[in-house]
């Protein structure tokens, strides 16, 4: 069992960065690959980016690639967004998922655990 939960959120302007953390709970927090996603209002939950469980791979959402940049620090059960060059259309929520595999997949249906999810606006 893996809980999760997020922090780092809020409110910021075009052009801006913020990093969201994701602390997990259990010890065996470096058996599972990590996704972020994000839900923006009135639209399907998406594939972010994801992390694989030692942090030797990575992988990204096309719309985010270049600006975002996902870490973990396995020694912390924590894994992290960095956001930089925000725009709007980054508003969203923004939720942490951890699924007990080696593999990044990009369709939530393969995680397992899931946070309560951190709010970013980006304004213009």
């Known amino acids: 069992q893996v809980q999760l939960v997020e922090s780092g959120g809020g409110l910021v302007q075009a052009g801006g960065s913020l990093r969201l953390s994701c602390a997990a709970s259990?010890?065996?927090?470096?058996?599972?690959?990590m996704g972020w996603f994000r839900q923006a209002p009135g639209k399907e939950r998406e594939f972010v980016g994801g992390?694989?469980?030692?942090?030797?791979?990575?992988d990204y959402a096309e719309s985010v690639k270049g600006r975002f940049t996902i870490s973990r620090d396995n020694g912390l059960n924590t894994v992290y967004l960095q956001m930089n060059r925000l725009k709007p259309e980054d508003t969203a929520v923004y939720y942490c998922?951890?699924?007990?595999?080696?593999?990044?997949?990009?369709?939530?249906?393969?995680?397992?655990?899931w946070g309560q999810g951190a709010q970013v606006t980006v304004s213009s």
């Open positions: 992390i694989n469980w030692i942090g030797s791979s990575t």
């Open positions: 998922a951890a699924r007990q595999s080696a593999s990044i997949i990009t369709r939530e249906k393969y995680y397992l655990y």
């Open positions: 259990g010890r065996t927090f470096s058996s599972y690959t």
